[in-house]
């Protein structure tokens, strides 16, 4: 028997914010009913005056800057309170993220109706474009529940840290930046907003301000800026070529490009999966997480690297999917390019999984095996994505397992993130070796965290099941209809989804079971708004695993209904999609059964504490010509008599990225190559005048006689 | 008053206004200062009416002294020349305002008679560069600008001022000398100095004499690209950039060598026209040096340590950008060039004006002193790092406008390569300025609890600083506007 | 002989671009900022005359309106008087870098481009 200590709560705020929570759950309650039309609910908004009223006004348009304004305002507010007064900051940040919420939630109607789209033309030279539509709402939708819950989770994480102001500050200029990603018309508003999101986000990264978040968020901010450019890119590529940015179907112009069109979509890919956390591109993701404080590291898994997956979405499926009167058919040939890009796409997502749970297994600190984690759920949500273009009009399975796992994943990561945050919280550790013995301390944790793990390793009744379950229908379509090698495809898919199962149950028994000499006697029990938050996240993962086609009805069967996937297949094969069939609770049987083995074959031959060497890394052999280039231009360049220091040759010839990354050895070597020209060039003056009066004049005469 | 003097009468106030100066040495200093600011006030005014009538109304021809445009001098005050001469009055007065606020760093006291005296020269000289129509006349503009701005490098008394001075000095004598010698063989050639004159006779004069033209516009070439700074002739501008006060390297870099570019894109396109120039394949030999520079200046920023320094690789490296757009010889380029030239006079100014309060206060040039910078001078560090965002190409500010167009007109021209120079470029930008960022609002929190004591700067030097950062952003707002007068301006100028 | 003719014929052009090129190879060859000057003006001069010599018409006599003589052909005075103006710009520049030497001078005690360098070099090593 457990002796419950008696609650104390602690915080002022507790009380109130539960009240918010149960709101927000009322909230959800009250969609429930819409779309499930209790009580002829659903009919009654829709035949009321009110409803039509706002229908026909223009006001509904603007909506969309409203709820980009709003955490600004919030931002603005908190920053005015500042110090001074702790409660009313955070009181500022969270009633504006619960009024963003009320908003979303409350526009469902509107948006199941019509896609709200706004255009005010002379800003930014292209015009400010957003629009809501079914995609973007339930990215949208998601990310008000999980900011929102993750904002209270945070009011009480953030006293123990510093400078919180700062941190709310641009947590809700973040929150501003990721709703106007995710609601921008056309892909040069996403990236303006991508890019604020970027730097905003940054801040959040860095947070704890010591080497070693500075190093991450320099790796973080770098990448970011370097997908931002990818992107960048492939709009003055599409823009040039196409002459219109806004999501609609481009692939006719597309199509007489030639190679062209991969070189921007692979361009769009990377952009995108550089913040998505996508192999080989993830390198900054492991990095950050485990710096960033708790809130962030929840956000940044829970949404920020959905909205790189959600900008592949977006610009996949709008540029290159064919508009929905030009097709009927699987056999048009205008999928083709869909189809090729799908391909690779896919594999790139089963890399990216095994990746990262290959990775994860080896991990010690909480909180970098669930950024490994991220990185290896990303992988399946892109592979959903691969299916859904390579599969072209019969890809509606790939989306829809896609757009699942964005949501499922989003729910589980974010909690998970939380309960490792509560863990650092009561006992300042992070290495899942140093823990253990938790269940009796924090049985409620426990408890969710156990909800979480049974999500994202997929059991039944859990909402990771039905995601993974639709993403394993989607392979196997892939290789029925498409090529047999998917069947390899879905092997991966297994094996990782059983690496995931082990992985958990190691966390679960290192941190919660295992008996430990350390007991933690001093730790208090109380009850704040940490708990509540979490609570719903885990109601909500239960209820999705229960009731698996509220989802589908409710959000996706709308998007798939947008897009131009076959009506029929969609009609037949997602709406009445039964996720319970036998053959499929047999895969989960055998995928845990794998785990387990894993686990126990782990633990007796130590295998988790296997390291790899330091050069194996991707980043060093992606790397690794420009390195030797690096470590050997001085000699090149001056022969044996290399002035540089022993120092700065020691960090070019550093086999471990993670201490001098690229960039560092870029300024070394050009800071040799400065050291060698700079005063050279400047001293010869006269002589490169000459030298290129002669050059010009030679080509110029020269080739005026040759013609 | 006849609307064809008044920038007759702009050139005549500065003039007049460097006149002036030595005479009210006895009196006290503000009242120059305030003289001064008045006729830059009223400039500013005229060349902004000057600007609406061209645009509106006609354009404005003037002939000095009567005589017909052959042998005498003639005016044009066309969209092209009423735009910049608005643009350069503007970030003039900026600079200004921000320099009467005690920002003349490492000028005795005694000199701000003199240096007030050179800017006004420089001033006048500038707009006369973009107003003449003659070849000869702006080499004579040139020369005396050249002069102006080799005395504004060595008004600091120090060592090293002399020796960067007498670089330039070199160097900008062969540039003019290189520019005169062209002209001499254009005049051989078609017997005009006049711009429009040539024009018109240039079609024939390329099919008598090919060798002259050649030759002439190699000349040019060079002459213009040493005074522009692009890049293999940029090894002036790094020195005389550090060794200037921070008020005039803003004034050097965000205008000076603007206006030699501009001189090179009157030269290329009213001199000869775009038939002759592609002819000749102008545009391989153009893209080339554009790009080294866009990469080269870039890497040589990443390495220096002294701020003023980067500051100046960092010009040399936009100029690039700005040679570029005019090397693709099309309408687009020109436009975006255009455009780079006014964010990037925004941008420049901005930076060395921050960096130039830093600098006034803190005593201190070295990129690793910088930490801690945002918590003493928030203003100063704020406007340095959106100037320094503009420059990365973030959106929102004003440089990524000009990229995205930059990028537009590159692929116009179907030259994909230099897209992905301009996104390296970008990049290279990134690793130079963001660490100055993080290190100033991020690293070493120590002078936090000096806050009390933050930025005791006159207001003069506040103000500036946050209308450039503004600016800015505006500017990455609604480029629409502007870019109407721009395309009025490329279109004067192409035609 | 049909080159030695042209040579002949245009022997004030030719004149005119040995003495930008004698200019130009002052400039880089030497290291003295005094003999650096020197080359920037004959440089300079090399243009002017130049210029002065596009102006020359063979057989021609000043541009001064004289009744007596019947249909006159004058050379052309309009690049003689722009030169006018660069001969003063270029005395100019050069009294101005001279100066700028002598300050050098004061300062490093050499005007010898290399050993100036030398000596920056060591002071920048310094700080």
């Known amino acids: ?707 | 008053m006849n609307i064809e003097q008044l920038p007759i009468i702009n050139l005549l106030l500065f003039l007049l206004m460097a006149l002036v100066i030595p005479l009210l040495k006895r009196r006290p200093f503000k009242l120059t200062l305030i003289l001064g600011f008045i006729v830059l006030g009223f400039v500013f005014v005229s060349s902004g009416y000057l600007l609406w009538y061209v645009n509106n109304i006609d354009i404005i021809h003037y002939t000095f002294g009567g005589h017909e445009a052959r042998f005498g001098i003639e005016f044009i005050i066309d969209p092209f020349s009423a735009l910049f001469t608005t643009i350069i009055a503007g970030l003039a007065t900026i600079i200004y305002i921000y320099s009467s606020g005690d920002a003349t760093e490492g000028i005795e006291k005694t000199e701000y008679g003199r240096y007030y005296v050179l800017l006004f020269i420089l001033l006048m000289s500038m707009f006369g560069i973009l107003y003449t129509n003659d070849l000869f006349n702006t080499y004579v503009f040139i020369e005396i600008l050249s002069i102006t701005t080799c005395a504004i490098i060595s008004i600091k008394k120090k060592k090293d001022t002399y020796t960067a001075a007498f670089r330039y000095v070199m160097m900008n004598e062969l540039g003019s000398l290189s520019y005169l010698f062209g002209v001499a063989l254009i005049y051989m050639a078609t017997g005009f100095t006049n711009i429009t004159l040539i024009g018109e006779t240039m079609q024939n004069a390329y099919a008598l004499y090919p060798v002259n033209i050649i030759i002439a516009l190699s000349f040019m070439i060079i002459g213009l690209g040493i005074k522009a700074a692009i890049f293999p002739f940029h090894i002036w501008l790094p020195d005389a950039h550090s060794a200037a006060p921070s008020t005039s390297s803003a004034i050097l870099s965000a205008i000076v060598i603007k206006v030699y570019i501009l001189v090179f894109v009157k030269v290329l396109f009213r001199v000869f026209n775009i038939d002759i120039l592609n002819e000749m394949n102008i545009s391989t030999i153009l893209l080339v040096l554009a790009g080294v520079g866009m990469i080269m200046g870039s890497v040589f920023a990443i390495a220096q340590k002294d701020v003023k320094r980067m500051l100046g690789y960092s010009s040399v490296a936009q100029m690039g950008y700005i040679l570029l757009g005019v090397g693709l010889l099309s309408f687009d380029g020109l436009r975006a060039a255009f455009f780079h030239i006014l964010s990037h006079g925004l941008m420049k100014t901005a930076l060395f004006l921050s960096v130039g309060e830093i600098i006034y206060y803190k005593k201190t040039r070295k990129v690793n002193d910088f930490d801690g910078m945002g918590f003493i001078m928030p203003v100063a560090m704020g406007v340095f790092s959106i100037a320094a965002l503009g420059m990365i190409g973030i959106p929102l500010t004003s440089g990524f406008i000009s990229k995205l167009n930059l990028g537009l007109a590159v692929l116009d021209h179907n030259q994909v390569i230099f897209l992905v120079i301009l996104i390296i470029s970008s990049l290279l930008n990134v690793i130079y300025y963001l660490p100055i960022i993080i290190l100033a609002f991020l690293k070493n929190e120590k002078y936090r609890y000096r806050m009390k004591s933050i930025e005791d700067t006159p207001r003069t030097m506040i103000a500036p600083l946050i209308l450039l950062g503004v600016l800015i952003i505006i500017l990455g707002l609604f480029p629409n506007q502007v870019m109407i007068l721009i395309e009025a301006a490329v279109n004067s100028i192409m035609s | 002989m049909l080159i030695l003719e042209k040579i002949i014929d245009n022997i004030n052009y030719i004149g005119a671009v040995a003495l930008f090129v004698i200019g130009l190879r002052i400039v880089v060859t030497h290291s003295n900022l005094i003999k650096r000057i020197m080359g920037i003006n004959i440089m300079g001069t090399g243009v002017f005359l130049f210029f002065v010599a596009i102006g020359n018409v063979t057989g021609g006599i000043p541009p001064i309106i004289n009744n007596n003589q019947i249909n006159p052909v004058y050379i052309n005075p309009i690049p003689s008087v722009l030169i006018l103006t660069g001969i003063v710009v270029v005395v100019s520049i050069t009294v101005y870098s001279l100066s700028l030497v002598i300050r050098i001078y004061e300062n490093y005690n050499t005007i010898d481009q290399t050993e100036l360098s030398k000596l920056m070099s060591e002071e920048d090593n310094e700080h």
């Open chain 1, 1 to 707: 028997m457990i002796k419950i200590p008696r609650m104390k709560i602690f915080d002022s705020m507790a009380r109130s914010n539960s009240y918010l929570v149960g709101l927000s759950l009322f909230l959800l309650l009250v969609f429930i009913a819409f779309v499930g039309n209790w009580f002829g609910f659903n009919l009654w908004i829709s035949n009321s005056k009110f409803y039509s009223q706002i229908l026909d006004s223009h006001f509904i348009d603007y909506i969309s800057i409203i709820i980009i304004v709003i955490p600004i305002i919030g931002a603005i507010i908190e920053l005015v309170y500042g110090d001074k007064s702790i409660k009313h900051r955070d009181k500022s940040v969270i009633y504006m993220g619960f009024l963003t919420l009320i908003i979303v939630v409350m526009i469902y109607p509107v948006i199941l109706h019509r896609t709200l789209e706004l255009h005010i033309p002379g800003v930014f030279s292209l015009g400010l474009n957003l629009r809501i539509d079914m995609l973007g709402y339930a990215v949208l939708l998601l990310s008000a529940f999980i900011w929102f819950f993750v904002m209270i989770y945070a009011h009480e994480y953030m006293t123990k840290e510093k400078k919180s102001t700062r941190f709310f500050f641009f947590l809700s200029l973040t929150y501003s930046a990721v709703i106007g990603a995710i609601i921008s018309g056309d892909l040069l508003m996403m990236f303006i907003f991508f890019e604020i999101m970027t730097i905003t986000s940054y801040m959040l990264v860095i947070h704890g301000q010591n080497d070693q978040s500075y190093k991450a968020g320099y790796n973080y901010i770098i990448m970011g800026l370097i997908g931002g450019f990818l992107i960048l890119t492939a709009i003055i590529l599409l823009y040039f070529n196409i002459g219109d940015l806004r999501f609609e179907s481009a692939i006719e112009k597309l199509e007489e490009l030639g190679n062209l069109k991969y070189w921007i979509m692979g361009l769009l890919v990377f952009g995108f999966g550089i913040k998505a956390g996508m192999a080989p591109v993830h390198v900054w993701l492991p990095r950050a997480h485990p710096v960033a404080p708790t809130p962030a590291s929840a956000l940044l898994s829970g949404v920020m690297i959905k909205v790189g997956a959600f900008g592949i979405i977006r610009a996949a499926s709008s540029y290159y999917f064919p508009s929905k009167d030009v097709i009927t058919s699987i056999n048009d040939p205008l999928w083709s390019a869909a189809s090729h890009i799908g391909a690779i796409i896919i594999w790139t997502g089963i890399i990216t999984m095994a990746l990262g749970v290959f990775l994860a297994l080896q991990q010690a600190n909480i909180k970098k095996m669930l950024a490994y984690h991220s990185i290896s759920q990303m992988g399946y949500i892109v592979t959903g994505i691969g299916v859904a273009l390579y599969l072209g009009y019969e890809g509606a399975m790939g989306l829809t397992g896609a757009m699942y796992h964005i949501i499922n994943h989003a729910l589980f990561k974010s909690l998970l993130f939380m309960i490792a945050g509560v863990i650092y919280y009561h006992t300042k550790e992070l290495d899942m070796y140093k823990l253990g013995g938790l269940w009796k301390k924090l049985p409620f944790t426990t408890f969710t965290f156990a909800v979480a793990a049974l999500g994202i390793s997929g059991i039944p009744l859990f909402n990771g099941y039905v995601s993974k379950t639709i993403l394993h229908h989607g392979i196997v379509e892939a290789y029925e209809m498409g090529n047999h090698l998917f069947f390899y495809a879905e092997l991966m898919f297994i094996v990782v989804s059983a690496g995931t199962v082990c992985s958990f149950i190691k966390m679960f028994y290192y941190v919660f079971l295992r008996k430990t000499t350390n007991e933690y006697k001093t730790m208090v029990f109380d009850y704040s708004s940490l708990d509540i938050a979490m609570w719903s996240m885990g109601l909500i993962i239960i209820l999705i695993g229960l009731f698996p086609s509220f989802i589908l009805k409710s959000l996706i069967i709308p998007i798939l209904n947008l897009t131009n996937y076959d009506s029929y297949f969609i009609e037949h094969q997602i709406l009445h999609l039964n996720v319970f069939k036998s053959e499929d609770l047999l895969m989960t049987l055998m995928i845990v059964g794998i785990g387990i083995i894993i686990f126990f074959v782990g633990k007796k031959f130590n295998l988790f504490h296997l390291h790899l060497p330091k050069w194996l890394s991707i980043e060093y052999l992606v790397f690794f010509p420009a390195y030797l280039f690096m470590r050997n231009l001085c000699r090149l360049m001056y022969g044996d008599r290399c002035p540089t220091d022993k120092d700065d040759y020691a960090k070019l010839s550093e086999k471990d990225v993670e201490k001098i990354g690229f960039i560092d050895r870029f300024v070394i070597t050009s800071n040799v190559f400065n050291r060698k020209y700079e005063q050279s060039i400047i001293r010869s003056d006269a002589l490169i005048y000459t030298f290129f009066i002669t050059l010009i004049l030679v080509f110029m005469l020269v080739k005026k006689h040759l013609l």
